[in-house]
């Protein structure tokens, strides 16, 4: 689902064609062939571990327009189009976070990977000092269908993606949680 979502887009009739098919691979393949009696006591739980927003050409935020912003990092952004991972070069941090605030605040969230780690957006309990590496300095999160997108020489203005994932609309962040009690 993951990947047709991000190539024909999660509202396209591709998308919605394979998801029948799973379901009704899932049903044919599984739920068909369970044992009456086991059935009897089974819940079925179906979710997702996140949704898609629709992504777009005209949506994309592209790095190589915002030349103050990629001189002030260390190395380019990592992370995904819309849950970005900044790396400033050292005494930097503030200027990006300032820069991004004042360029792109309507369109991308910026906040300290420090807080992000403290407050639990990676989850609890995990290595703070590895998420902390993998995760740079500053996370921007997208508002609404907007991408950044970041790619190496020759393909500075190229994105494909009609779906994506890992921003802050509801579209990604509400996932379907579906519960049934299996009867034959």
Avoid at 5 to 15: L, M
Avoid at 45 to 55: K, L, N
Avoid at 61 to 82: C, H, K, Q, V
Wanted: glycine share 6%; proline share 4%.
């Amino acid at each position: 689902m993951d990947t047709i979502s991000h190539v024909y887009g999660p509202y396209s009739e591709e998308t919605l064609a394979e998801l029948r098919s799973f379901f009704y691979s899932y049903k044919t393949a599984f739920l068909d062939k369970l044992n009456r009696d086991v059935a009897k006591e089974t819940l079925l739980m179906v979710t997702a571990d996140h949704g898609q927003s629709e992504a777009s050409k005209e949506n994309a935020i592209f790095a190589s327009d915002y030349p103050e912003l990629m001189n002030r990092l260390w190395i380019p952004p990592t992370g995904d189009s819309r849950a970005v991972f900044l790396y400033a070069k050292p005494g930097e941090i503030d200027e990006v976070k300032d820069y991004v605030d004042a360029k792109l605040r309507d369109r991308l969230f910026i906040l300290d990977s420090d807080r992000a780690i403290e407050e639990g957006l990676f989850g609890v309990g995990l290595d703070k000092k590895m998420i902390k590496e993998r995760v740079g300095d500053l996370i921007m999160l997208s508002y609404s269908n907007n991408s950044f997108a970041y790619r190496h020489r020759g393909l500075e203005k190229d994105f494909t993606m009609k779906g994506a994932h890992g921003g802050m609309s509801e579209d990604e962040m509400l996932v379907p949680f579906i519960c049934k009690k299996l009867r034959p």
